[in-house]
């Protein structure tokens, strides 16, 4: 690099590793220091070089306060060695599943509650959710997922050390003040590598106009970027009526935590929204999800399976067009057990939305639940590109990899969700389901103490929890603990567990299948297993849309 480049960069560079507020910080803290020793020094009978002693050394501090700032970065609780140079400045870091593009690229991190109450974290986290999901759309655009730049919500951490951790160049952040039915929403879009705002804007307006607040600030980020932004087809599906929107934001806040109770709340928010906009495409599609989900893993019941028909009926005839619909539906077949009519509708979405991370997930449930391990291998490669910090995905790839004796990728999938489950538990440490999932891929990694700890954990969360039950009955039986096994796979059963077919395909639990006491428990699951629902005519048979 020529000088003239290197000084060109310095301003920037000093900004960015803070090398100047620790040097003014540095000189405040002399300035008191020599002050204190003048006045202090000679009363306590101390020679006159010991006051030129301190002038000296404070002199030579200031290099070297100077240096560490431009080596180091200083995070909350730690420090960390800078990975830029003033020639790699302007280059952020590549993810590890870069896809090659290094166009403009963009992270939206969770926005800020500033309402007198602080009781609007769902409603902070909608409206940025709302503008990713805009942004994400656009081709030249590389947004980062809610899940990794919401991880640091509520942290005090530098956008230049958030945007190397996520690989982006710039970081949308922003605040909520609501109160009554007005509403204050101040964004900032930021230059990661030198730190200036590109755009920043506050909105001051009618609650109801939240809507037009969330497009300009996408609309501006776009502009900003230099990309062009186009509406996702859900947009066309979306609803203007407040009260509904808010419903469907806390539906969404419960939805996304784990265990029956939050999803039964979640029904009870998504019920209220299309009950006061029966249009609400996206509504119905959120509240057939939800029954769904119960039926899986919690409640098989005829009131949850007709919720989830029901809801995913009305989803369909709303928006036939939209992914996220035929999914809801491949769901409520799911439940009911027709794997072909599942994989109509999964395929379906994924030619609606190739990337659409749950159709790859439940299409890749579906295909296992019939022993498909190569088809589901690859749904799962596919799910994991588009949402590298999922926990389960590298999870459920290791068992499928040892299914098919592909140990060594096994075992560097077991690590990849472990460290992601892990991550996943720092913020939401009551989340059973990442207990559950990482308890055998501790047992896989040979990590046995620490697999029975989580384990522990899970059970004095939620022990009645049929999916915390099963995935605990498939951890002991890779332990050898045969009898523990069994004894949680009879509980499961007891608390709702349905899916033989799962138990069936499910290589964890090969040590069992000798045993009588699980012959009869698969027998059990065989004779509760869902029946089809009574009208299969108007559903699409494999093949079609």
Not at 56 to 85: H, K, Y
Not at 98 to 105: F, L, T
Not at 124 to 142: K, P, S, T
Not at 306 to 327: F, K, N
Request: glycine fraction near 6%; aromatic fraction near 8%.
């Amino acid at each position: 690099m020529s000088l003239v480049s290197f000084f060109s960069r310095l301003p920037s560079e000093l900004k960015r590793r803070k090398v100047v507020p620790v040097v003014v910080s540095y000189a405040v803290i002399v300035f008191v220091l020599l002050q204190v020793a003048e006045i202090t020094f000679a009363p306590l009978g101390l020679p006159d070089w010991a006051l030129t002693l301190v002038v000296v050394l404070s002199i030579a501090g200031f290099p070297i306060a100077a240096i560490l700032a431009w080596a180091f970065d200083l995070m909350p609780g730690e420090v960390r060695r800078d990975r830029g140079t003033p020639g790699e400045a302007a280059r952020p870091l590549v993810p590890e599943h870069d896809d090659g593009n290094h166009g403009p690229s963009v992270a939206v991190l969770a926005f800020e509650d500033m309402s007198p109450e602080q009781d609007q974290e769902h409603f902070c986290d909608g409206i940025a959710e709302e503008i990713l999901n805009c942004l994400v759309h656009v081709e030249q655009l590389r947004v980062a997922s809610r899940t990794l730049s919401f991880q640091f919500k509520g942290q005090r951490v530098d956008v230049g050390a958030i945007a190397r951790h996520l690989g982006v160049d710039t970081i949308l952040e922003g605040s909520v003040r609501k109160s009554g039915q007005r509403i204050r929403v101040t964004t900032q879009l930021i230059n990661a590598v030198d730190g200036y705002h590109l755009w920043s804007e506050s909105f001051d307006r009618e609650l109801e106009d939240v809507f037009d607040i969330q497009e300009e600030i996408a609309l501006n980020v776009a502009r900003s970027l230099e990309v062009t932004l186009t509406a996702p087809v859900h947009e066309a599906y979306a609803t203007r009526d407040i009260e509904a929107y808010e419903l469907f934001l806390k539906g969404g806040h419960y939805f996304r935590r784990w265990g029956l109770r939050n999803v039964e709340f979640a029904v009870d928010m998504f019920e209220r929204t299309v009950a006061i906009d029966p249009a609400y495409a996206r509504g119905w599609a959120a509240l057939a999800d939800s029954y769904a989900l119960i039926c899986m893993y919690w409640a098989a019941n005829e009131t949850n399976l007709e919720g989830a028909d029901r809801a995913s009926q009305r989803a369909l005839a709303l928006a036939p067009d939209l992914a996220e619909a035929h999914v809801s539906r491949g769901l409520h077949h799911v439940v009911r057990g027709e794997h072909d009519l599942a994989e109509a509708r999964f395929g379906r979405a994924l030619e609606l939305d190739p990337e659409l991370f749950e159709a790859l997930y439940f299409y890749g449930r579906v295909v296992f639940q019939q022993g498909m391990l190569e088809e589901e291998a690859a749904l799962y490669e596919r799910a994991e590109r588009v949402r590298p910090e999922d926990f389960q995905i590298p999870i459920l790839l290791r068992q499928v990899y040892q299914s098919l004796g592909r140990s060594d990728e096994a075992l560097a999938a077991a690590r990849r969700g472990v460290d992601g489950a892990e991550k996943y538990l720092q913020l939401n440490p009551d989340d059973t389901r990442a207990l559950n999932l990482g308890f055998g891929s501790l047992v896989t990694l040979g990590e046995k103490d620490r697999a029975v700890e989580w384990a522990e954990r899970s059970l004095a969360l939620d022990a009645d929890n049929a999916d915390t039950l099963y995935n605990l009955a498939c951890g002991f039986s890779m332990m050898g603990e045969i009898d523990r096994a069994l004894d949680c796979m009879q509980r499961a059963c007891l608390h709702g567990l349905t899916i033989a077919e799962w138990a069936e395909n499910d290589s964890d639990l090969d040590p069992l299948r000798g045993d009588p006491r699980f012959q009869a428990i698969l027998a059990g699951l065989r004779a509760r297993k869902t029946p089809s629902a009574p009208d299969d005519s108007r559903r699409p048979r494999p093949g079609t849309g």
